[in-house]
């Protein structure tokens, strides 16, 4: 598993391979947890290129969403359903579900 934590502003395709590269890798047959807590905003490009550089060129089994905002996973969503993905390829999640 690999967690990469969002930035509070996030702006361009260019922005999320820089995160993703910068992430413990490799991703292949592993699941990535985007860790959204401080996310303010980010465009529907941005999505887009973390789906594609983590699901499927990274070759990651999952992708799940950590206290994503709606509109965020909507993004997320999207951008896998018109590249093909299943929808189970996506997961989200919230720090309130954790239970210790």
Sequence with gaps: MTEMT???LVGSRKA???IVESADGPFAG????LNCRELRSAPQSF?????V????DGHAVSLTLKDASAEFEGYIR?????????ADS??????????F
């Design 6 to 8: 969002l930035p509070r």
């Design 16 to 18: 999320a391979r820089k």
């Design 30 to 33: 592993s699941i990535v947890v």
């Design 47 to 51: 999505a887009d290129e973390i789906v």
């Design 53 to 56: 550089a983590t699901l499927i």
């Design 78 to 86: 999207d951008a896998a359903a018109r590249r093909g993905l299943p």
């Design 90 to 99: 996506i997961a989200s999640m919230r720090s309130s579900d954790l239970q």
